[in-house]
């Protein structure tokens, strides 16, 4: 209520200072305007009046004189005529004239001895009349003194009006700011404060869940964002000691987000982070003439985010956004994340070459396909080869730029793009504790033998201290590698390799997902997305939905899941018009030509099969492709009776976990490869061989036809699997072993 009338009352004051402000000098301009006017009006009619009045003066026809005064004086607003001779002598006069012809009498003396036109106004009990005393001149010589009486007090009349005018205007512009300012302030400032209010009461009080509530009007954006983000900060910090209670009243141990930063702290203590990899966590893209920020997708971000927020590390990546440059400083670097700055990004620029033949070329032709048993054959290229050698050494060169003046830096090194990497920054910082999780699978020794550069690869891949897979298979598969092609040591009890002093831990690290990231997307979506409504929005009615959720790529196995489809349909046609099949599936690498010609397979492959089983409005297979958002696949997630996870070979494949994290109805079955690191984990899905066209058509019946209670009792098995051994549990272990490790004394 105070600040209200202080703003009343401040606003008051400032339209009462225009008010008079602008009326005196509205009277000023409107007196000005009307005595030029009464002037130049008077000096016409004494112009007029001279030529007549000279003649009868020499005459001394002072009847004349009369008459003409007699004749004139009676005009609107002319009160009388005086005419004087030479020595200020009244010859002729306007009657009701003697009082102001007395007080004027020392004007006309001025106008005859001046020889010049003299005016004056004159104040009496009547009111205000103007003089205007014009001198007769005959031959150069005065002869008398031509005086006229104007009424004038019709001048203040009319400025009074505007007085009265301009009051009126300001009382009733005075009540509508009242009105507006009271208007304005309730509807801007105090009811958005006093929802606001409520809404943190109810949140303190554990009424309400978060909900970040929409302010009517802009003017509170920077505080209600700043407000959301410490709420949302308390209810995630309550939740978290809330769950951290029920486990300990349960004697179990769950990984949160809260955890795994107080464990960082334990960890680390005052030590930063050190991390690389090609995505980088924060991406700036334009929108029109908007500098957008967004997060890739992926559970990279998810997982090493909160570390790196606890330590204010240091992540080096790619600049991959066309707004990236925009953004950073002088040294390539920005603070992140926008909304709460914690930690720092350093970006690395690519020419167009070195892109295509580092992460196009060698990357995703060689490595990719080398390391995936796809049947695909990898690409080898001299070019694409220096290309990789090349970024490696610009990454380690900053990387060590950045660690020059660390002790024991902890730098942890991402995936198959820097394999080279670590050797680089040990062979001139041997007191950097190194860590590399590859997150594809490692090849048994005879595949990737083919390599032309494997022993290079290899001894850059050892230079880390721990060397990380997804799984143990991956694990020997590795040391099986070094061992045929290195000359070393290894402790296959301990899992290490050692050459020369410096040893290397090979150690599985399973990655995973958060749970209560995949709640939030679900909720993002709106949990209320039906199968019926989904299947509504496509335009295909069926009674079963299955779903399929890909990056397009061979080695996910869409192709074989297609033709298991098929066969389905065959040997259970029954289900034909009941059934339909959604493949969410994100284009990739497009311009690499293996990944165009997939495209065109998948394609033409649906086509086939919707137009050998079409009928009406209902086809089998619906192909949606495009970038889809977790927000965008949740929906599906959620509502589908069966997801099929059927790749040739994965490292692990988040999409199976991501699919049992969002069913926390427990229902829905997954079809997943055995030749996933997930299927050494999720059990409890139906597990097939996706080279095996007829078991996967069988899993799909079975998952289909499973008894509800097995298929609840097998979702809550993978929940439970997938809640205990979540993304936070991956980074802390993998963190936490480097940050133990205990090395050799060295000398920089």
């Known amino acids: 209520m105070k600040i209200t009338i202080r703003l009343i009352v401040s606003l008051t004051l400032v339209v009462a200072l225009v008010a008079v402000g602008s009326s005196f000098y509205q009277v000023r301009e409107e007196r ?61 006069s306007t009657p009701d004239l003697k009082t102001k012809i007395s007080r004027s009498s020392s004007r006309i003396v001025n106008a005859l001895t001046g020889n010049e036109a003299v005016s004056a106004f004159l104040k009496d009990e009547g009111g205000k009349t103007y003089l205007f005393a014009f001198p007769l001149v ?87 964002s ?83 927020r606890v330590c204010d590390g240091l992540w080096i990546a790619h600049g991959s956004g066309d707004a990236d440059r925009e953004m950073v400083d002088a040294d390539d670097k920005i603070r992140v994340p926008p909304e709460e700055p914690a930690y720092t990004l350093k970006r690395i620029w690519l020419t167009k070459e070195e892109e295509d033949g580092y992460y196009y070329g060698f990357s995703n032709e060689g490595l990719w396909p080398l390391c995936h048993i796809t049947h695909t054959r990898p690409v080898f290229r001299l070019d694409d080869w220096s290309h990789y050698r090349k970024v490696n050494e610009r990454f380690a060169e900053a990387l060590l730029a950045e660690i020059a003046g660390e002790k024991s830096p902890l730098v942890l090194v991402q995936d198959y793009h820097f394999a080279l990497l670590p050797q680089l920054v040990k062979k001139e910082r041997p007191d950097a504790k190194v860590a590399l999780f590859w997150h594809i699978p490692w090849p048994n020794p005879e595949a990737y033998g083919i390599c032309p550069w494997h022993q290079e690869i290899l001894l850059g891949m050892l230079g880390a201290d721990i060397m990380g897979f997804h799984i143990q298979f991956h694990c020997n598969n590795f040391l099986e590698s070094v061992d045929r092609f290195l000359e070393s040591k290894i402790n296959w009890e301990q899992f290490s390799v050692t ?122 297979i619906l192909f949606l492709k ?48 055995q030749f996933t690191g997930a299927s050494r984990e999720l059990k409890d899905a139906v597990i097939v061989n996706p080279y095996d066209i007829e078991e996967m058509a069988d899993a799909i019946h079975l998952s289909l036809t499973m008894d509800p209670g097995e298929r609840s009792g097998r979702m809550k098995r993978m929940r439970s699997t997938v809640k205990e051994h979540n993304i936070y549990r991956w980074a802390g272990n993998l963190i936490a072993d480097l940050a133990r490790l205990r090395l050799p004394d060295t000398t920089v």
């Open 32 to 92: 000005i305007r009307l005595a030029s006017d009464l002037e130049r009006r008077v000096v016409l009619l004494a112009e007029s009046l001279r030529e007549s009045v000279i003649p009868l003066i020499r005459s001394g026809s002072n009847d004349k004189l009369d008459r003409l005064v007699e004749r004139f004086g009676n005009r609107q607003r002319l009160q009388g005529i005086a005419i004087y001779d030479h020595q200020s002598k009244v010859l002729a």
């Open 138 to 224: 005959h031959e150069k010589e005065v002869v008398g003194v031509l005086a006229l009486f104007h009424d004038a007090s019709y001048i203040d009349v009319r400025l009074m009006e505007i007085w009265k005018q301009n009051l009126a205007r300001f009382l009733i512009l005075a009540l509508l700011v009242v009105a507006i300012t009271v208007l304005v302030v309730r509807w801007s400032i105090t009811g958005p404060i006093a929802q606001i209010a409520a809404w943190i009461r109810d949140l303190r009080m554990g009424r309400a869940k978060y909900v970040k509530p929409s302010p009517r009007q802009d003017l509170l954006d920077p505080l209600i």
């Open 226 to 308: 700043e407000v959301s983000h410490m709420a949302k900060s308390l209810a995630m910090a309550r939740g978290e000691a809330e769950e951290e209670a029920k486990l300990r009243a349960q004697a179990d141990s769950l990984w949160t987000p809260g955890r795994l930063k107080e464990h960082m702290r334990m960890e680390l203590g005052e030590e930063k982070l050190f991390l690389v990899s090609n995505r980088e966590p924060y991406m700036h893209t334009k929108e029109g003439r908007l500098v957008k920020c967004i997060v890739p997708a992926g559970g990279l971000v998810t997982a090493l985010d909160p570390v790196m």
């Open 499 to 620: 050459r020369g002093d410096h040893t290397t831990s090979i150690k599985p690290f399973p990655i995973s997902v958060a749970m209560e990231s995949s709640r939030s997307d679900t909720a993002a979506a709106g949990e209320a997305a039906s199968k019926e409504q989904l299947l509504k929005e496509s335009g295909i009615p069926a009674e079963f939905l299955g779903v399929g959720v890909d990056r397009i790529d061979y080695t996910k196995g869409i192709p074989e899941r297609f033709r298991a489809i098929e066969r389905f349909l065959e040997k259970h046609p029954e289900f034909m018009e009941r059934f339909v099949f959604v493949e969410l599936g994100a284009p990739s690498r497009t311009h690499v030509k293996r990944y165009r010609d997939l495209m065109t397979e998948i394609e033409e492959m649906v086509e086939k099969i919707n137009w050998r089983f079409q009928t009406g409005k209902w086809k089998p």
């Open 626 to 673: 495009a970038h889809h958002s977790h927000a965008a696949i949740a929906p599906f997630y959620k509502a589908c009776d069966v997801c099929m996870v059927t790749s040739l070979h994965d490292g692990m494949n988040m999409v199976a976990k991501e699919f049992v994290a969002s069913r926390d109805d427990e229902e829905g079955v997954l079809i997943l490869s």
